[in-house]
Structures are given as C-alpha cells and as structure tokens.
C-alpha cells in the first residue's frame, strides 16, 4: 500500500532505473534522506520489495511526470539508451528541467551524446559514474565522479548529497566522469586480477589462504582490492558481488579508447584477457575473483572450501 505521508514529506522526487546490488542500496539512502523514490527493475520480486519500503507503486509515466529527475543504475551504454530512448524512454516523459543522473560505466562519447540528445528536449544529464561497492552504496557513502552543467548538478544536489560521500566535479560538460571512471575501472580490473594471482601464487608455494590475507593488507603490496576480494577468497565465495563480465565490458571500453588514442596498454590488456578466458569457461556471472578458478584448473591447486551461507 502507497505511503502517503511519505509523499507528502518528501523533499524532492527522484526515479530509481535499476535495484540490483548497487541501485537498491542507493535507493535505500535516498529514501533515508527524505527524497520521494519511485523505483523499477525488471526484476519483479525486487521492485516489489523496494516500492513496499518506499511507499510508493506508481506507473513509470505517472512517476516521470513528476520526478526532478531520473538516476540510471544499469549495466551499459545500450541499457542507458534503452532507458532513455526506447519504447518507454523517459526522454519522451521526463518534463523540461528534469536531470538524468547516469551512473553506469560507459564510453565518455557515449555520455556526451546522451547529454546533446536530452538538451534538444530540454532534459538535463549528469555524466556521473559511481565507485564504492554495494555496502558503501547502502551507507550513502559512494564516490560519484561527475561532469555537467552547473544546472545539472544543481538539480541533482539532493540525490548527490544522499547517495554519495564525494562527488568530484569534474567539468561543465559530459565526458570527463566518464573518462576518469575509466582511469578507475583500469586499476581495478588489474588490482583484481593481481590479487587473484597474488593468492594462487601463494597457495601454490604452500601458503593458506587466511595467512595471506593476514599479512598482506599490513604489507606495502596491498591495495583496496585486494583488502575486498581477499575475504571471498578466503570464504569460497564466488557469488556476483561484482561480476566478470563487468570487467570484459569495462577493460573493453579502456582498451578501446586508448587503441582511438593510439596508446597501447600491455597490462590492461593482460586483464582483459583473463577476464575473457573466465568468461569463456562459463564464469562470466559469478563474482570477479572467480578468476582463482583459471589458475586452479591449470596448477591443481586446492582453493579454500565454501564457508558462508546462503542467502
């Protein structure tokens, strides 16, 4: 049932593209904040669960109608285009003023179009990739790297300042958050890959696994993903926290934009290709650190049992 008392306190009102493991917990800061969310997700058992805690089940056309503005928190440039464009594109129901925040990781082109084509119905973008994992999302304490015009984030203050911890403004126009997302997603991809390296190496030299994840993240070879992945290693957890197939997609747009550049990129493109051969051997929905699997087929090596439950 529709909470109208939340709707009538509501401090702005905001769509909600996307409920996965990001998007749900970023709605559940908005909410948190006092902002009017109308959430959707083809998933129907999620949707139905945010809009109870929400309070509200509207139709899209009757929420676009009245949102301040749209967050997109989907996987790609076609799932944005879709939302946008498509045979219920919110571009053809948002009213003039309202802002698209883009949260996914998308080639910087892309983004640049997708603010030129709104402009021409009087929607404002937002280029504003997101980085900080489900958890941090949920706290309301991501780091959101943005480019657009001064209206665009003036219109999207109040999704910002619930969603995120740091917003970095990075230009008055699209592009450059979509760049330095991919400066990000880079050095993420590698510091996986190495991790998931790091700890095969080390089993196989006769090293536990709880050992390692022990003594490294007080070692000056540690990095922040390393600290995160090691203890879904240590669990035997490769459930899709964050997927391989997200790092084909993301190192493919790095990889790309930088042979544009003219600018080769060996060890990038080392990641990528491991992230691809996990995704050929059937691993592309489980969690990124299922990486572990490709050295233990080709070494023998024993990875550590599962160790959590099922939720």
Same mark, same amino acid.
């Given at each position: 049932?529709?909470?109208?008392?939340?709707?009538?306190?509501?401090?702005?009102?905001?769509?909600?593209? !996307?409920?996965?493991?990001? =998007?749900?917990g970023m709605g559940s800061s908005l909410?948190? *904040?006092?902002?009017?969310?109308?959430?959707?997700? +083809?998933?129907?058992?999620?949707?139905?669960?945010?809009?109870?805690?929400?309070?509200?089940?509207?139709?899209?056309?009757?929420?676009?109608?009245?949102?301040? =503005?749209?967050?997109?928190?989907?996987?790609?440039?076609?799932?944005?285009?879709?939302?946008?464009? /498509?045979?219920?594109?919110?571009?053809?129901?948002?009213?003039?003023? *309202?802002?698209?925040?883009?949260?996914?990781?998308?080639?910087?082109?892309?983004?640049? *179009?997708?603010?030129?084509?709104?402009?021409? %119905?009087?929607?404002?973008?937002?280029? *504003?990739?997101?980085?900080?994992?489900?958890?941090? #999302?949920?706290?309301?304490?991501?780091?959101?790297?943005?480019?657009?015009?001064a209206e665009a984030f003036e219109k999207?203050?109040?999704?910002?300042? #619930?969603?995120?911890?740091?917003?970095?403004?990075?230009?008055?126009?699209? !592009?450059? !958050?979509?760049?330095? %997302?991919?400066?990000?997603? +880079?050095?993420? =991809?590698?510091?996986?890959?190495?991790?998931?390296?790091?700890?095969?190496? /080390?089993?196989?030299?006769?090293?536990?696994?709880? &050992?390692?994840? &022990?003594?490294?993240?007080?070692?000056?070879?540690?990095?922040?993903?390393?600290?995160?992945?090691?203890?879904?290693?240590?669990?035997?957890?490769?459930?899709?926290?964050?997927?391989?197939?997200?790092?084909? %997609?993301?190192?493919?747009?790095?990889?790309?934009?930088? @042979? !544009?550049? %003219?600018?080769?990129?060996?060890?990038?493109?080392?990641?990528?290709?491991?992230?691809?051969?996990?995704?050929a051997e059937g691993m592309g929905r489980? =969690?990124?650190?299922? +990486?572990?699997?490709?050295?233990?087929? &080709? @070494?023998?090596?024993?990875?550590?049992?599962?160790?959590?439950?099922?939720?």
């Open positions: 049932m529709m909470n109208t008392a939340m709707q009538d306190n509501a401090v702005g009102n905001f769509l909600l593209i !996307g409920l996965g493991a990001m =998007g749900y909410l948190r *904040a006092g902002l009017g969310v109308d959430g959707f997700d +083809l998933n129907g058992d999620t949707q139905a669960r945010f809009r109870a805690e929400a309070g509200r089940d509207r139709p899209l056309a009757v929420a676009a109608g009245e949102a301040d =503005g749209a967050i997109l928190v989907v996987v790609n440039a076609a799932q944005t285009r879709e939302a946008l464009f /498509g045979a219920n594109g919110l571009a053809a129901m948002l009213k003039p003023g *309202a802002v698209v925040i883009s949260c996914a990781t998308i080639d910087p082109q892309q983004a640049i *179009a997708f603010e030129q084509e709104l402009a021409e %119905k009087g929607i404002l973008y937002l280029d *504003a990739p997101i980085s900080g994992g489900s958890a941090r #999302a949920a706290q309301g304490k991501l780091s959101v790297m943005a480019s657009g015009s999207a203050q109040p999704a910002l300042d #619930a969603m995120a911890e740091t917003v970095f403004r990075l230009g008055d126009r699209a !592009g450059p !958050g979509s760049a330095m %997302k991919s400066v990000n997603q +880079l050095l993420a =991809g590698i510091h996986i890959a190495a991790a998931a390296e790091a700890f095969s190496f /080390g089993i196989a030299q006769g090293l536990d696994a709880d &050992q390692i994840m &022990q003594v490294i993240p007080a070692c000056a070879g540690s990095s922040w993903m390393f600290e995160n992945r090691g203890p879904y290693i240590t669990d035997g957890d490769y459930r899709p926290h964050s997927a391989i197939d997200i790092f084909v %997609k993301d190192l493919g747009i790095v990889t790309d934009a930088a @042979s !544009g550049a %003219k600018l080769d990129l060996p060890v990038s493109q080392a990641a990528l290709e491991r992230y691809r051969a996990a995704s489980e =969690g990124d650190i299922a +990486l572990m699997k490709l050295y233990a087929a &080709q @070494s023998g090596i024993d990875l550590p049992p599962k160790r959590y439950e099922d939720k």
